[in-house]
T-cell receptor
Framework: DVKVTQSSRYLVKRTGEKVFLECVQD?????MFWYRQDPGLGLRLIYF???????EKGDIPEGYSVSREKKERFSLILESASTNQTSMYLC???????????????FGPGTRLTVL | AQTVTQSQPEMSVQEAETVTLSCTYD???????LFWYKQPPSRQMILVIR??????QNATENRFSVNFQKAAKSFSLKISDSQLGDAAMYFC????????????FGTGTRLTIIP
């Protein structure tokens, strides 16, 4: 079974702190994604990556950056956390099977981040 | 840009009954994929069912089936013989058949099962 793990289930940080959210997958997936989930807004894509050291902005990249130094690990970085970044963060991964395929995304359990 | 709309924030159904969750989407593309994901209270999101736009036949997975109406841009999920374990947030998602492989999600429907 595919396993996507996230470093923390709950995290509390102060405004202005630098925050790292880590995601690891164990199935050699090329694609990795970071979403934030807010009530009434669903999931919104922050960043995604197709390969090591490659990244693309999603729909809401402002205030975030990412790092992918190894294929299995995809980090989300909040350079200076703000209260409006309090949210649930979900990581996902999938095989890169090309455009003409409907490969499934596998999700981690999520990290609930509170910024005080 | 594509959008996905789920107009029912909450739904409830009696155990063993059938419930339908609605989803509409907006796209100018002719080929794409549609998904329903389930997020139980423990939060791990899992895929329930998926549909290729070029297939006219509606997808079915055990008690879960979809009603895909391409012209109407509608993709509803029907759950038959509802069980307590079906209680969850359900998200509809869209993916283009071309370009990148990102998903666009709806806002979700919270389904409650009444014993």
């Amino acid at each position: 079974d595919v396993k996507v793990t996230q470093s923390s289930r709950y995290l509390v940080k102060r405004t202005g702190e630098k925050v790292f959210l880590e995601c690891v997958q164990d199935m050699d997936h090329e694609n990795m994604f970071w979403y934030r989930q807010d009530p009434g807004l669903g999931l919104r894509l922050i960043y995604f990556s197709y390969d090591v050291k490659m990244k693309e902005k999603g729909d809401i990249p402002e205030g975030y950056s990412v790092s992918r130094e190894k294929k299995e690990r995809f980090s989300l970085i909040l350079e200076s956390a703000s209260t409006n970044q309090t949210s649930m963060y979900l990581c996902a991964s999938s095989l890169h099977m090309g455009a003409l395929s409907y490969n499934e995304q596998f999700f981690g359990p999520g990290t609930r981040l509170t910024v005080l | 840009a594509q959008t996905v709309t789920q107009s029912q924030p909450e739904m409830s159904v009696q155990e063993a009954e059938t419930v339908t969750l609605s989803c509409t989407y907006d796209t100018s593309e002719s080929d794409y994929y549609l998904f329903w994901y389930k997020q139980p209270p423990s939060r791990q999101m899992i895929l329930v069912i998926r549909q290729e736009a070029y297939k006219q036949q509606n997808a079915t997975e055990n008690r879960f089936s979809v009603n895909f109406q391409k012209a109407a841009k509608s993709f509803s999920l029907k759950i038959s013989d509802s069980q307590l374990g079906d209680a969850a947030m359900y998200f509809c998602a869209y993916r283009s058949a071309f370009g990148n492989e990102k998903l666009t999600f709806g806002t979700g429907t919270r389904l409650t099962i009444i014993p």
